[in-house]
């Protein structure tokens, strides 16, 4: 059965290594939903943070794959019930509209989203929440004239509590004894 | 002066000469052009401790590194220019890949400021080769080079052996560096022999002590990881049998009682039946290659199985192994020995006798005619099996893709250790002839006989101007049957005889090998078989022998493509 995965790989810092990952899943003909990827909380080594849909046998191979790469530290894998995850999404949103409706802030307090740049022609909303808490709030949002609309992918954490410097320890060690 | 070289100022393409010296490399297979200029010119001084080979094609090249690297414990060196030299490799950077060889190829790159923009000869040779290397890496500064070959030379060689591509860019080999080398000796990222399990050992020991029909499948990771000596041990302490794959030919002695023959789509009878029938599966350093499996969901299902491999993304991969042992096989075997017992002695004879007969079933069925026929035309087997017979089983035998190379590694019985050389994973039509002239530069004092069909020698046969150019003596025994044999055969029993494309014109062989001061003969009747093979192996230069075979002959047993194992036709 196919289910929703987060991957979670640790890396250098090195040219093209986003490349070396991404074609693990392209060669298996496997979308990537979602990917970002920016450096962890210990200095020159890169998190990447990877949402496939496959079956569990698969994402047991295609994470061995991705460890097997020479720069990759670490990488491990996660169904939903094991990790937290939100996303931020932008709406941008034009303020001639707004001022003709007073329903507007009463959306945005609904939604506990928030307002974060005012300009003459537009206003820029911000929301963190899940998918359909971010997809609720863009559909009532748009009556009011969306001009453009992001959305970060899924930043997640483990509900492990075992840190990354601790997995980084447990390598050096490793290596060491060699 | 060799202290004399650190601390001084050298360009970058000096540097990489100095690197690759201080690697220890000796020789190097490439070809020049543009991108790579300033690293000739600096190889133009170093001749005489660097020995070059300049081959006729870029895939000449590489795969004359991977026969190089086969038959030795060195690393295969290759230059090629950018754009086209670059992206002639690629074949056989796959090949390396796949069949886990140990090459460093270094590629030049046009200038750091003109990368990106189409320049001439300019390809993304980092994403091209990407999916295809175990590592890769561009090089943009001349003070990078050297630690770019310590750490590529480190990554191709240890733990489980690949392909690393180094692209160097033209202004970065003209650029100046005090030259300074340092071994690699680790890299924190990379952990190239994984520290064994020694709960998973005793596992093994458990399951291999109590079993009645053990089997033990020998691939390409016991000649990698050198435990010849280890596997024998093991075998003879236990009384197991043991077959081989493709690529685990000559790990394990043809000639010993306990060496049961073949695997695979045209292996022999007995290792593909009785894998469905054994208690205990021990694969050590194989990958259950899809031609070794046949139909994996009746694939030794009866059998526990333990499986040896020094990649963990091995395991479990194709076949689910009951007990992994994830680390170096020697190192592994070494902990595994003293847990052994030589337990059920008469039951594992037993189980030995049912090898034996499935061997008489094959020999009456298959082998009998194959190396003795009757027919007029001569067999492609019995000229391997006389070829197995005049050189004792003792040569280096390299071999290209189809009939021909399944023929010979059914028929040839390797003796010595690391002697087969060939294309398995990728099956690179082409690979023969370039890797032949590799092994022998590697073994010069081993008799190096290539085994082409007309198809394959065809892809690669510039290289003969690179046997002429450095008198390499490489014996080449062509079995022409006018056909691109493996295809038509698959023709005829899958595509009712519909023979699309695969009857060649062919030229005179021979008069070809003359034009490169290589002798040679055609053979076309049996009675001068013989004579003219003793010809061929006790030639001092290279020789050319072709043998006119049978058009349509078949190569059997067969396991169909996704039938199982236990399916195996005879005939």
Known sequence: METTHTIFVFTEDIVGLLNRITIIFTRRNINIESIIVSESEVKGIFRYTIIVTVSAERIEKIVKLIEKQVDVMKAFYHVDTEIISTEIALYKISAEAINKNELFIKVVNKHCATIIKEFLDYIVVQKTGDDQEIMELFNDLEQFGMLEFSKSGKVSVTKSIKTLSTYLKEIDISNSQL | ?571
């Not at chain 2, 081959?55 to 220019?81: C, L, N």
């Not at chain 2, 023959?261 to 894998?275: C, D, Q, R, S, V």
């Not at chain 2, 009675?527 to 043998?547: C, F, H, I, Q």
Request: aromatic letters at 8%; charged letters at 20%; glycine letters at 8%.
């Open chain 2, 1 to 571: 002066m060799i202290h004399d070289k650190y601390n001084k100022e050298v360009t970058g393409a000096e540097a990489l000469i100095l690197a690759l010296l201080d690697v220890g490399v000796k020789d190097v297979f490439g070809y020049p052009g543009g991108a790579i200029m300033p690293i000739y010119d600096a190889l133009y001084d170093y001749s005489d401790k660097l020995k070059h080979y300049l081959v006729r094609h870029e895939q000449g090249a590489i795969h004359a590194a991977q026969g190089y690297s086969r038959v030795s414990d060195r690393v295969g060196v290759v230059f090629a220019t950018s754009g086209p030299g670059a992206t002639n490799l690629v074949t056989g950077i796959a090949d390396a890949q796949i069949d886990s060889n140990p090459i460093v190829c270094v590629t030049g790159q046009v200038a750091y400021h003109l990368i990106g923009t189409d320049a001439f000869q300019e390809t993304d040779v980092i994403g091209i080769t990407m999916p295809i290397t175990k590592w890769n890496i561009q090089v943009t500064k001349a003070g990078d080079i050297a630690a770019a070959i310590a750490k590529a030379f480190y990554i191709a060689k240890s733990g489980r052996p690949g392909p690393v591509v180094v692209d160097i860019t033209k202004d970065a080999q003209f650029g100046k560096t005090i030259y300074n080398y340092k071994k690699c000796e680790g890299i924190r990222s990379y952990n190239p022999y994984p520290k064994v399990n020694i709960e998973n050992i005793k596992q093994a020991a458990d399951l291999i002590n109590n079993a009645k029909k053990p089997f033990i499948l020998c691939g390409h990771g016991v000649l990698l990881s050198g435990s010849q000596k280890q596997l024998l041990q093991l075998a003879e302490k236990g009384n197991i049998s043991v077959a081989s794959t493709l690529h685990g030919l000559s790990a394990f002695p043809a000639q010993h009682p306990l060496y049961v023959g073949y695997l695979g789509m045209h292996g022999n009878y007995g290792p593909n039946i009785l894998t469905n029938e054994c208690d205990v599966l021990i694969a050590i350093g194989m990958r259950f290659d899809d031609r070794v499996t046949g139909k994996v969901s009746t694939y030794a299902t009866q059998a526990k199985v333990i499986h040896f491999d020094i990649d963990p993304s091995e395991i479990n991969k194709i076949i689910h192994a009951d007990v992994p042992v994830i680390g170096d096989a020697k190192e592994s075997l070494n902990l595994l020995l003293p847990l052994i017992e030589s337990a059920n002695v008469e039951e594992r004879k037993e189980w030995l006798k049912r090898f034996e007969k499935c061997h008489q079933i094959e020999f009456e069925k298959v082998i009998k005619t194959a190396i003795n026929p009757t027919t007029p035309s001569i067999k492609m087997s019995e000229v391997i099996y006389k070829f197995h017979k005049l050189s004792e089983g003792k040569a280096i035998v390299a071999t290209d893709v189809g009939q021909h190379q399944m023929i010979t590694t059914r028929y040839y019985q390797f003796y010595d250790t690391n002697t087969n050389v060939t294309s398995g994973g990728l099956g690179t039509m082409g690979f023969g002839l370039p890797a032949a002239i590799g092994a022998k530069i590697a073994q010069p004092d081993k008799q190096v006989v290539v085994v082409v069909g007309d198809g394959g020698f065809q892809m690669t046969i510039q290289e003969l101007g690179t046997i002429m150019d450095y008198d390499i003596p490489v014996k080449i025994l062509l079995l022409n049957n006018n056909f691109l044999g493996m295809v038509r055969q698959w023709q005829q029993l899958f595509f009712e005889k519909r023979y699309s494309f695969t009857e060649l014109k062919n030229p005179d062989f021979i008069a070809i090998a003359k034009a490169y001061k290589i002798n040679g003969k055609k053979v076309t009747e049996r009675k001068d078989l013989n004579g003219a093979l003793k010809e061929m192996l006790d030639s001092k230069d290279a020789y050319l022998l072709e043998v006119l075979v049978e058009a349509e002959e078949n190569v059997f047993p067969m396991v169909a493509y996704g039938a199982s194992v236990s399916e195996i036709i005879l005939e």
